[in-house]
């Protein structure tokens, strides 16, 4: 059973056309999390939302917002892609926030983006 | 903000070797979680240590939490193909866990 799901799994877009990334959950976690990963370097956290609650890492760009309409569903926004934004983007769950112990995260398969 | 260090970086085994990974901190971690990422593939978490000097085994997996809490290990012993992939640690940072660079490790038939 699908926990995490990412739609869609590869994701073709120009540089500087806006493009949104979903991800949805079906595990009725508070904490939805955003990751950028780029080859061979670990997942970079962009942001999360704990519940309705935006929490955005100090060096995420401008270009990178999110929304969350509800407690199944986020959105990744990127507003102007560059060539440096192709990646692959992780979304990610927990019940409570990653650093309380015990708490472990639960990754969707993760969206690839091609910057053209 | 606060990293820590894994070694090494790439590992290439033969099936059947033993393999081991380190996670190292400057600072002392409340917690560690590990997670396996196969190529094309997302992490996947594999177990949290909590106490100093825990030792926690899956199978062929042996997982240690350092007596100070800076450091950590993840042991494979006879690996197998299916073990490829990277291996992240991961550590509270604030709210949230911070992954370490990982270990890339193939494994030759």
């Known amino acids: 059973d699908a926990m995490v799901i990412q739609n869609p799994r590869y994701q073709v877009t120009q540089f500087g056309k806006p493009v949104t990334l979903s991800c949805s959950q079906t595990?009725?976690?508070?904490?939805m999390y955003w990751y950028q990963q780029k080859s061979s370097q670990a997942p970079k956290l962009l942001f999360h939302?704990?519940?309705?609650?935006?929490?955005n890492e100090a060096d995420t760009p401008d270009n990178f917002q999110s929304r969350r309409p509800n407690t199944s569903f986020c959105f990744l926004d990127i507003r102007s892609p560059g060539l440096g934004d192709a990646a692959m983007y992780l979304c990610?769950?927990?019940?409570?926030?990653?650093?309380?112990?015990?708490?472990?995260?639960?990754f969707g398969p993760g969206t690839r983006l091609l910057v053209l | 903000g606060q990293q820590v260090m894994q070694i090494p970086q790439y590992q290439h085994v033969q099936e059947g070797e033993d393999f081991t990974t380190y996670c190292n901190s400057s600072?002392?971690?409340?917690?560690i979680q590990w997670y396996k990422q196969r190529p094309g593939g997302h992490p996947v978490f594999l177990i949290q240590?909590?106490?100093?000097?825990e030792v926690k085994k899956q199978k062929r997996l042996t997982f240690q939490f350092g007596e100070a809490k800076k450091n950590s290990s993840l042991h494979i012993t006879a690996t197998q193909t299916t073990d490829v992939g990277t291996y992240f640690c991961?550590?509270?940072?604030?709210?949230?866990?911070?992954f370490g660079p990982g270990t890339r490790l193939s494994v030759l038939p």
């Open positions: 240590l909590v106490k100093s000097g």
């Open positions: 991961a550590h509270p940072y604030g709210q949230n866990f911070v």
């Open positions: 595990l009725n976690h508070n904490v």
């Open positions: 600072t002392t971690l409340s917690n």
């Open positions: 939302y704990y519940d309705k609650d935006f929490n």
């Open positions: 990610a769950t927990s019940r409570q926030t990653s650093g309380r112990s015990g708490e472990t995260q639960y």
